[in-house]
Structure formats: structure tokens, C-alpha cells
């Protein structure tokens, strides 16, 4: 059957479910009522044969004191009386009899009984005590024989309960499993729709090429939920395309004019047109400061930009020795002029990730340093292995930054307070750039403290090469 809301399959689940306890409760309401009649009927059955039994004995004796008086005074009124007594005995002993399998005990008692009714007082009176204490032994005996019957009852009831216990405890676990299963099972028709939802929000979230197709069968709901998360990631991808088609085409029409620019402020410098007098060279200064810090910003757009256009990374062993080599190398020009040593401790020959995200980092990390750290003082680099992550530390001497800011930094466009050595207004890419390539390898990039710097920006990135 097909469920045409979340509603809907919410609560048919939750009835399914609570159909094997509904018939756990009806089957135990069922077997305690049953069990109760018993326990009344048993009793009352007791109750009524020892009562039975308890008349028959004072009949007993009211037959033997009658039946010994008329031994004596041979009156026709105590005949009578005997046989209405024996009539009453021989009633209780047939209510007795009929519930008794046995009947050897109620035969003889009848024999007794017929003995008595035919009495006629002329017997020697040897036999008539020798009758009399038979009479009284067969009635001990149907009294025993009805003892171990109700015992036996008692017997056969609580082995009756012991039984119905049992059943209830493996239908309790039978169909307690069953609910079980049930709640698995309703849990999954619940969650499939959802998890498919996940899915999509997942593709959306890593800006993959292609989205799961969008499902024909669920709640209602949930498919026209995920209609509206196809539709929007439609709309993320335009945007997408639109911010770096702005990027791409306002970096590059920024970039012939501001040519032009610094084309004509290298010719006045040069005083090619004339010379230049204090005022117009302190113009000049700015103007050519101005262009050089444009021109950064340009080029901190393209970078960002192409980041963005990277949508996934590609895993690769780099060789740690030659590629700090080739780091240092590349930012040796711009480490020497602000007197910096770089000291390095790295503990990994080769590190597993996008080659070009982590120099991009490293670029970014440094770049920071020498802005904003300590002239003449080093700067520190580690690399190593902690768990199944890849760890890189990179540290310098400087101000430091409030824990407050700390996560601002990470974000686009954010700068901090401290000013930096060459006086030029950063963008506030660097440190954006470095955490976005850090979770474009499923990593992360944060602050932490040290004691050998001032401030420490600690890279950390998943060694997928040990998952493979």
C-alpha cells in the first residue's frame, strides 16, 4: 500500500507496531479472567464438598445413635427417623460420588447404608457394632478419598497456571520480537524518504555535477521537498556561475586600466615628461602605493576565485623534502626582506593530499606571517602525523590575536586588528583561502596556542591514503 503522506506513514506505523501488543493484552486479559473463574469455581467446589462431607459425618452419628436407640426400645417412629436420615446421607454421598473417578469407596458406603434402612433390631448386637464401626470406617474412607481429590485438584490448578506462565512468557518474547522488527521496519519506511533527502543536501553541499534523481514514491511531502531542493540547487549553480563569471570578468577589466595606470605613474617617476617638484613626487608616492595595493587585491580575487571554480579536490603522495624545497625557494625573495628564517620539523617523507590546495596554504600562511608577524624573528613549520590525520602547524612571533577574533579571521573578507609591516590594507582572503582548501580535503585549519609563538594556525587534514 502506498502512503500518500508522512502523517500517514507515521501513524499506520505506529498502529502495526501496536498490534502485537494489543493481541499480547487481549490474550493475557483473556487468560487472568480464565484463570480467575477457575480459582472461584475450585473454591467453591471445595468449599461445598467439605461442607457436604461435614453433613454427612453428623449424619452419621445421628444414624448410629437412632439405629442403636431402636436396638433398644424397637419403636416404629425411630424406624422412620432412620430411613429419613439415611435418605439425606445417601443425597450428600451421591453429590459426593458423581465427582469421584473411584467409586469402590461409595459402593461399600451404600452397602452400609442398605444394611441400616433394613435393620430390624433382632441382629446379635455383636454384628450390629461390628456394621456400625464399617459404617463409620467406609465414611473416613470417602472423606480421605475426597481430601486427596481436592488436593489432587489443587494440584492439576496450579500446573494449569504454571503452563499458562510459560505460554505468556514465550508469546511475551514472540511477539515483543515481533514489535521489535516492526519498529525496525517502520523506522526504515520512515527514514528512507528522509535519508534520500540527506542525500540530496549532501550532493548539494559538496557542488556535485549531478543530484539523485528525485524520487517517485513516498510521502508527499518529502517529494515535493525534495522538488524544491532540486530547484534550488539549480539556482545555487546560477549563482555560482554568476559569481565567477563577476569575478572572473571585473578581475580582468580592472586589470587593463590599472596597467595603464601604473604604465603612466612609472613614467612620471621616471620624470620622462618633466621633472617633478616635493609636492607632486608625494602624490606620486601615493598614487603608486595606491596602484600596488589594487593590483594585490586583484590578484587575491583571482586566487579566490580560482578556488572556488576547483570543485574537488585530487589526492595525490606528495614528497615533503622536494616540495618545502621548492616552498622555500619560490618565497625566499620576500622571507629575506623582512629578515626571516624559516625552521622547519617535518616527520612525514610524503603527505597524501591535492598538491596544489596544500601549497596554496602554505603561500596563504606565509604570506600572513611576513604582513603581520615579527621582523627578524623566525618562523615555524611542522609537519606530522597525529592519528589518522595529517597535521601541519604553522607558527611566528607577533601580536597576538584575541580569542574572540580567532574564527572571525577564517571568514571572507575579515581582517584583523594588528597593522601590518608593509602598511598595505589585506583583503581579508588569506586565512578564507586557507581554511577553504583545508575543507575542500575534508580538514580544517584553526588557531591554537604554543609556547614557542606568539601565534600558531594549525592545518589538519584526513590521511585518505590509509582508507583506501
Keep these: 500500500m502506498q502512503l500518500g503522506s508522512l502523517r500517514q506513514l507515521t501513524l499506520v506505523s505506529f498502529v502495526v507496531v501496536l498490534v502485537p501488543l494489543a493481541l499480547l493484552v487481549g490474550y493475557s486479559q483473556i487468560k487472568l479472567s480464565e484463570i480467575a473463574q477457575i480459582a472461584s469455581n475450585e473454591a467453591e467446589y471445595s468449599v461445598n464438598t467439605v461442607r457436604q462431607v461435614s453433613k454427612m459425618e453428623g449424619l452419621s452419628i445421628d444414624i448410629e445413635r437412632l439405629v442403636r436407640q431402636y436396638n433398644i426400645v424397637k419403636k416404629d417412629a425411630l424406624k422412620s427417623l432412620i430411613g429419613r436420615s439415611t435418605q ?64 489432587q485438584r489443587i494440584q492439576d490448578q496450579q500446573v494449569y497456571v504454571s503452563s499458562v506462565q510459560q505460554t505468556q512468557f514465550w508469546l511475551t518474547a ?108 608625494e602624490v606620486l608616492s601615493l598614487l603608486n602605493s595606491s596602484t600596488d595595493r589594487l593590483n594585490l587585491l586583484i590578484e587575491q580575487l583571482l586566487d579566490y576565485n580560482l578556488l572556488l571554480q576547483q570543485a574537488k579536490p585530487v589526492f595525490s603522495k606528495i614528497n615533503t623534502d622536494s616540495f618545502f624545497e621548492t616552498f622555500i625557494t619560490e618565497n625566499s625573495l620576500a622571507i629575506k626582506q623582512h629578515d626571516n628564517q624559516i625552521e622547519m620539523k617535518i616527520d612525514l617523507a610524503t603527505i597524501f593530499a591535492d598538491q596544489k590546495l596544500f601549497r596554496r596554504i602554505l603561500d596563504n600562511l606565509v604570506s600572513n606571517a611576513i604582513a603581520h608577524g615579527s621582523k627578524g624573528r623566525p618562523i615555524n613549520i ?49 586565512l578564507s583561502i586557507v581554511a577553504d582548501c583545508a575543507r575542500m580535503m575534508f580538514g580544517k585549519a584553526e588557531f591554537v596556542e604554543v609556547d614557542y609563538a606568539d601565534v600558531c594556525v594549525r592545518v589538519c587534514i584526513p590521511n585518505k591514503e590509509a582508507s583506501i
Design 382 to 430: 611542522s609537519l606530522y602525523q597525529q592519528g589518522d590525520m595529517q597535521v601541519l602547524d604553522f607558527a611566528n612571533r607577533g601580536q597576538k590575536i584575541a580569542v574572540e577574533q580567532r574564527n572571525i579571521l577564517f571568514q571572507p573578507f575579515s581582517r584583523g586588528e594588528g597593522v601590518r609591516n608593509d602598511r598595505v590594507t589585506g583583503s581579508g582572503l588569506g
Design 174 to 281: 514472540c511477539l515483543l520480537g515481533v514489535s521489535f522488527l516492526l519498529i525496525v521496519l517502520g523506522s526504515k519506511a520512515i527514514l528512507k524518504p528522509v535519508s534520500r533527502l540527506e542525500r540530496v543536501i549532501t550532493a548539494i553541499s559538496r557542488q556535485e555535477d549531478t543530484l539523485p534523481v528525485i524520487s517517485t514514491s513516498g510521502p508527499k511531502e518529502l517529494i515535493v521537498l525534495e522538488q524544491k531542493l532540486h530547484r534550488l540547487a539549480g539556482r545555487l549553480i546560477q549563482l555560482e556561475n554568476l559569481r565567477h563569471a563577476l569575478l572572473r570578468h571585473a578581475s580582468h577589466e580592472l586589470k587593463t586600466p590599472l596597467a595603464s595606470i601604473k604604465e603612466g605613474c612609472s613614467l612620471l617617476t621616471e620624470q620622462v615628461v618633466g621633472p617633478l617638484n616635493v609636492d607632486q613626487e
Design 88 to 151: 439425606r446421607f445417601t443425597e450428600f454421598q451421591f453429590l459426593i460420588c458423581e465427582q469421584l473417578l473411584e467409586k469402590d469407596n461409595c459402593i461399600r458406603l451404600s452397602g452400609r447404608i442398605d444394611w441400616i434402612n433394613q435393620y430390624s433390631g433382632t441382629d446379635d448386637p455383636l454384628l450390629l457394632d461390628a456394621q456400625l464401626a464399617e459404617f463409620k470406617q467406609n465414611l473416613n474412607d470417602l472423606a480421605a478419598q475426597v481430601d486427596s481429590s481436592l488436593d
